[in-house]
């Protein structure tokens, strides 16, 4: 059964494996105060072990649909459900634990606390939420993704693509279902954003790890295994094994908008 197509559920798939969804969107809707439907009736499911990436043009709907996805803000309609939990009747205070737990966040601004090392920013959403880190798995995300030599330096001493490469492992140290990414390579130069993509299929592939990523970049976003093209607050394509080219035609396809 094809999963794709307008109107009809979008399924991001790897083989629905063992486990529930990472996240499951169903049906979906936000409207903010003042009336603006910014989701409309979206539906997405993510499968463990899948990288996918999230377009659309400027006002689209991704960033409320990450919100919406990742438990930061409410659907006025719809099912969200992470790791199989729902979370959309869930009060601010669960919404908070279910989010510490089970999903990671990188940014464009890496996010690191400049008076911190590289580990201790690493370990700081764990002991915060007081556990400890499994620092075998600690240290086999700091070895793949080539940092284990800055670990005692603070963020100010080390490159952008390094201080995201941190950022990297700190979204992934607690094993969440899934992380998401917001434009994570939009402060890097080339190659740097080259490198940390790299390491975003690589570890999604090598460690079964989950990554949905919104981004403007088709060459970012061609990175991933699937990606959804959102317009208007719908997700209106949905393409497997996307390449650069096919997603700029799409997007310049919906530039008028
Ligand atoms: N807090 C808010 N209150 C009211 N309207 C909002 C709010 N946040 C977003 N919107 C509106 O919702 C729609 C979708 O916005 P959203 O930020 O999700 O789009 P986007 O695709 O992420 O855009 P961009 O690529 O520019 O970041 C837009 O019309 C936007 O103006």
Redesign the pocket.
């Known amino acids: 059964m094809s999963a794709w197509g307008l109107g009809r559920r979008t399924a991001v798939r790897a083989e629905p494996v063992e486990r529930a969804p990472a996240v499951a969107v169903s049906q979906v809707s936000k409207v903010?105060?003042?009336g603006?439907r910014?989701l409309d009736n979206v539906s997405l499911t993510v499968w463990p072990g899948t990288f996918v990436a999230v377009m659309?043009?400027?006002?689209?709907?991704?960033?409320?649909?990450m919100h919406c996805a990742a438990g930061l803000d409410s659907p006025t309609s719809g099912s969200v459900r992470i790791d199989g939990r729902e979370i959309a009747g869930l009060d601010e205070t669960c919404r908070t634990e279910l989010r510490r737990d089970r999903v990671g966040f990188v940014f464009q601004a890496y996010n690191l606390i400049p008076s911190l090392t590289l580990e201790d920013n690493i370990t700081l959403p764990l002991r915060l939420a007081g556990r400890s880190p499994d620092r075998q798995w600690m240290h086999a995300l700091v070895e793949r993704v080539g940092i284990s030599g800055c670990l005692g330096r603070r963020p100010a001493e080390l490159s952008g693509g390094q201080q995201q490469r941190a950022a990297v492992v700190r979204a992934l140290v607690a094993k969440p279902a899934v992380v998401f990414a917001d434009e994570p390579t939009g402060a890097l130069d080339l190659h740097s954003a080259h490198q940390i993509l790299q390491l975003l299929r690589g570890l999604v592939e090598e460690f079964h790890q989950t990554v949905v990523m919104?981004t403007?970049d088709p060459a970012a976003a061609a990175w991933a295994h699937h990606a959804v093209v959102?317009a208007d607050?719908k997700v209106i394509d949905a393409l497997e094994a996307p390449t650069a080219a096919r997603l700029a035609d799409r997007l310049i396809a919906l530039g008028g908008r």
């Open positions: 903010y105060p003042g603006v910014a659309g043009p400027s006002g689209s709907g991704k960033s409320t649909m919104v403007h959102m607050g």
